[in-house]
């Protein structure tokens, strides 16, 4: 018995012999590598057999011997293969040695050994590596999940906003540049990654919404100037170009209200133009067809001249005196009944003998200028020193004679500019008036009386 015993005790000294020594830790008091992040070893893996290993593995990187770094972190994997703290610690052996490509594929087997994703170290490592192979969005992406998991990394979050910062910077010069060459596509895809970077810039959204609108999307390009609008309520020139958006859409009330916005918000003499014709336009919208297309008619009716005088000199209207009109028969179920019954109630066109308006009857230029020569009785009123160009002038037309019942009131409407002769001094009182003429006679009696 006592023999096998000194036998066993033997076998115990030789095999104790004959395993393999393990190296000495080195003493670290200056890391070699000061801005790496130790992995810390969750109390999951606080009794593995592959912690004293990972250990030794990171103090040899920090004394800059790398095989002797890997040659632990590698055995350490090996006794416990989903000692993950070893794997992170493989990646930063690769930073050391400037691989950062190898270094990204360790940190992403760490990560991925981690059922959270959350271990700070190994986001932190992914994020130096991405950086090194010149992926900054991605990096600044781990470095983002890296503060998010450790809310008390002070120095990480600075970095993250430097980082958020220079990563918008970049992607605004790029963005910037594919807009003026014209590649909107790819100044599009730009300005969405410096939004995802920085989602609270209201200048981001604004130039977007400037790209979108160049490439045909407007219901996108106000969605953004919205956007800027909100985070930025005095953003004037993204409600400026919000509303020219909108009139170019049909859109007048709503473009009418942006300018308006606009011009609350700072004055622009240009706005200030866009937001009256934006209102014009808005209120012509609301009008009949007819109307609207006044001016390509060839030749305008009686009722379409009434409409014209109705709502374009609706204050001269308003203010003439008004006559007891006849009753007019023929106007009820006629789309300009209103404005019919307007100027026959302030004498600008009277009804027939028979209480017929004959509202699709044709204009003349006769019949024009009767119309004019009273909206210039009305004129004159506000513009006396005016009225004395056309109350006292006899023209001569070469085809109306001074006895002709229209005589005065053509050579008042001549006189006055806003009808013209016609060649060899002619008046030409039966031609069909265009709807062009009509519009511009309305024009330029605005014009007299102030209102343009």
Known sequence: ??????????????????????????????PKFPEFMRPAVPAAFASSAAAPGASRGWAFLQAGDFKSAERELASALKVDPAFYPAETSLGYVELAKKDAKTALAHFDRALELNPQHSDVSALVGRGQALLGLNREGDALAAFEAAVAADPSQVDLARRVEVLR???????????????????????????????????????LYRELGGVERRQGNPTAAVEHFRKAVALDPSDATSLAQMGEVLEEGGDFEGAAKAYADSLAIEPNAAVEARVEAARSRAALALLPAEYRALDQAAQITRAELAALIGIRLATLVQNAPRVNAALMTDVRNNWAAPWIMAVARAGIMEPFANHAFQPRSVVRRVDLAQAVARLLARTAVVNPAAAKAWESARLKFSDLSTGHLAYTAASAAVAAGVLTAGPGNSFQPSRPVAGAEAIDAVNKIEALAGRR
């Not at 066993?8 to 003493?27: F, I």
């Open 1 to 30: 018995m006592a023999a096998m015993r000194r036998c066993l005790l033997a076998a115990v000294v030789l095999v104790s012999a004959c395993a393999p020594k393990l190296a000495p830790a080195p003493v670290v008091t200056t």
């Open 165 to 203: 910062f220079r990563t918008v910077e970049q992607g605004l010069a790029r963005a910037r540049e594919a807009a003026k060459a014209g590649r909107l596509d790819e100044a599009n895809q730009a300005y969405q990654a410096a939004i995802a970077s920085s989602p609270d810039s209201a200048f």
